[in-house]
């Protein structure tokens, strides 16, 4: 390879090396600055387990709280970002684990994300589609998701739904999880595992549903607090996939930089070898023409 073609190839190396790093710290900044947010998340689950200190509504026989449907919803949370690794095809095919034992219409497919659509669409799947979740709208978006979800869960087109999405443990270390969004029941129930009740077990319920008077309809209180329930649930695991997308961005981009810095080692070497042989083959094609010159002249 001619010297000239090596520094071409050196040059845009370096600047594609910077370009890499630029984005690997450009994924950092962002990841550091949405994990300091979600501290928020504990603080609003304090206030709002308060409001289920007023009555005991477990045993209200509702959608929202009773599975009165045989669907399994199954929501997959999918970046439309680049340098993601695996984390796409990893939420798609645990999410697709849980059709074990089911038949195809007894499962309904809303895909988060163009890219993860675009996977189901390749297996000629029927699903719902939402575009993927960007910072700027993700509050529009979350909205838009939950009113989708409970309107389905309320006409009984789906009984349960649970969602799938990249977690992130750390920096460096992400994992898909699963957990179930609907129907609600362990909201309302003391003893249940749940966020609520470890925040609410300690002070008890005021009152049952049988000895308290209230102007709305127990089924429009189920529907609020569930919905505002979801509405955080859904920002807490939008938030997750943002920050498990920036971290698993930033590693393999970390991974990406040391290659193409040992690429660039390696050409810069080649530059220096091809610049000194053919500073070497100047020399000796000046020496041989001097050589010549002086024989001529004898």
């Known amino acids: 390879m001619q010297l000239h073609e090596i520094r071409k190839q050196l040059k845009f190396s370096r600047e594609f090396l910077q370009l890499v790093e630029m984005m ?32 005991d509504l477990v045993d209200i026989d509702d959608p929202l709280v009773r599975p009165q449907s045989d669907v399994l919803g199954l929501v997959m949370l999918t970046s439309d970002s680049g340098f993601m690794g695996g984390l796409n095809s990893g939420v798609i095919r645990q999410a697709l684990d849980q059709e074990a034992g089911l038949t195809p219409d007894k499962v309904s497919l809303i895909v988060i994300g ?14 719902k589609h939402f575009p993927g979740i960007q910072q700027e709208t993700i509050f529009e978006q979350v909205l838009e998701v939950k009113n989708y979800l409970v309107e389905e869960m309320l006409q009984r087109r789906l009984g349960r739904v649970t969602i799938t999405y990249p977690e992130s443990l750390s920096f460096t270390r992400q994992r898909i999880q699963t957990v179930n969004l609907l129907p609600c ?82 050409l810069r070497h080649q530059a220096f070898r091809a610049a000194h042989e053919q500073i070497d083959r100047g020399i000796r094609d000046g020496f041989a023409a001097k050589m010549s010159r002086d024989k001529r002249r004898q």
């Open 185 to 266: 029941a362990e909201l309302f129930d003391k003893d249940a595992d749940s966020e609520v009740a470890e925040r609410v077990h300690h002070i008890g319920f005021i009152a049952d549903a049988r000895r308290v008077l209230v102007e709305s309809s127990f089924e429009d209180i189920i529907e609020h607090l569930v919905g505002v329930w979801v509405e955080s649930k859904l920002y807490e695991i939008f938030e997750d996939g943002k920050l498990a997308e920036f971290s698993a961005r930033a590693v393999h981009l970390e991974g990406s930089h040391q290659k193409l810095e040992e690429e660039f080692k390696k």
């Open 114 to 127: 163009d890219k993860g659509a675009g996977t189901i669409t390749d297996m000629n799947r029927p699903f």
């Open 24 to 55: 690997k710290n450009i994924a950092g900044q962002q990841y550091h600055v949405l994990e300091k947010e979600k501290l928020r998340f504990g603080d609003f689950m304090d206030a709002f387990s308060k409001f289920f200190r007023v009555i």
